[in-house]
Nanobody, 124 residues
Framework: VQLQASGGGLAQAGGSLRLSCVAS????????MAWFSEAPGKEREFVAA???????YYADSVKGRFTISRDNGKNTVWLQMNSLKPGDTAVYYC???????????????????WGQGTLVTVSS
């Protein structure tokens, strides 16, 4: 499975960006897709996840600002990022999990495949 992320860039505080991630290869039964962020000097952190059924999960820091969605037919997941803050500045990675379970979906180790990352920079 290969994941290709895109959509990062520079935004002002209060602005919006939309990230996309397309999966290719053996994607059948890909259960969870997720986004993680990694700021300089920090560990990779959970941002949002979506189950194949459409159930969504968010980190508290992005609830009400970010929206994750997916199209199973297109093997694509999006992250709509609104009301951006300078603290959102990070490299964002998409991830895919086949064996991921709900109780562990916030942990990076739960995902088998990762995209290359896309940089989001939010200026104040």
């Amino acid at each position: 499975v290969q994941l290709q992320a895109s959509g990062g860039g520079l935004a002002q505080a209060g602005g919006s960006l939309r990230l996309s991630c397309v999966a290719s290869g053996r994607t059948f039964n890909m259960n969870y897709m997720a986004w993680f962020s990694e700021a300089p000097g920090k560990e990779r952190e959970f941002v949002a996840a979506i189950k194949r059924s459409g159930t969504t999960y968010y980190a508290d820091s992005v609830k009400g600002r970010f929206t994750i969605s997916r199209d199973n037919g297109k093997n694509t997941v999006w992250l709509q990022m609104n009301s951006l803050k300078p603290g959102d500045t990070a490299v964002y990675y998409c991830a895919a999990g086949f064996g991921t379970i709900q109780s562990a979906l916030r942990y990076a180790r739960s995902y088998e495949y990762w995209g290359q990352g896309t940089l989001v920079t939010v200026s104040s």
